[in-house]
């Protein structure tokens, strides 16, 4: 790992310790470099803001988890993954989604896997989404984004085979019928 990387990840371990105590919104980039012992300039060459960072790790955990599909590894296995990632960090995700703002790591989390879907079907079929696949997908995407913030603010009761399940069993039949053609389901 690089040092910038290694910087980064610094950065979100000071994250994840100030959300133990503080609500996102309160928490400041003074807190984090002091907590880092990183500098508030260390922190501005590598984020815009606190929000840049949450992103960031998020964009981490959903790189591995994706970085499978890609291997051949289905839609299931890759949900298990990030489902149960999210649950070893329950505390950090709870307090970044209850942030809803602009910047937040739902909209964050939207376009990630968006643009994940949607480049592994074009790779995969060589040629653009279609209108109609590019409404189910987006549909579908919000639809995920939605029930995995619910899940994490309700207790996680679900086991992350078991929300990883009823993603996929959600998904618009059409689109599941596109993924299984694709071999990805």
């Known amino acids: 790992m690089e040092k910038n990387e290694k910087t980064k990840y610094k950065l979100a371990e000071a ?8 609500k996102v919104d309160a928490i400041t980039v003074k807190q984090l470099a002091e907590k880092s012992g990183l500098t508030r300039q260390t922190f501005y060459r590598n984020f815009l803001d606190k929000f840049d ?24 296995d ?14 950090f995700f709870a307090a970044a989604f209850r942030y809803d703002e602009q910047n ?9 896997i968006l643009q994940f879907y949607k ?14 696949l590019q409404f189910l997908l987006e549909m579908y995407c919000q639809g995920s984004v939605y029930m995995t913030v619910k899940w994490i603010l309700t207790g996680m009761k ?12 959600a ?9 299984e053609e694709l071999g990805l389901v």
């Not at 994250?15 to 503080?22: F, I, P, Q």
């Not at 999210?86 to 505390?91: A, L, R, S, V």
């Open 15 to 22: 994250m994840k310790e100030c959300m133990k105590t503080s």
């Open 53 to 76: 960072l949450i992103n960031w790790y998020f964009g981490k955990i959903l790189d591995q988890s994706f970085e499978h599909m890609g291997r051949g590894t289905s839609v299931y």
């Open 78 to 91: 890759t949900l298990v993954r990030k489902f149960t990632y999210i649950e070893q960090e329950k505390q």
């Open 104 to 112: 937040s790591l739902r909209e964050h989390d939207f376009e990630l």
């Open 119 to 132: 480049d592994l079907i074009a790779r995969r079929t060589s040629r653009p989404l279609g209108e109609e």
């Open 158 to 169: 679900d086991t992350p085979e078991a929300m990883a399940v009823k993603l996929v069993e």
């Open 171 to 179: 998904m618009p039949p059409k689109l599941a019928k596109v993924m």
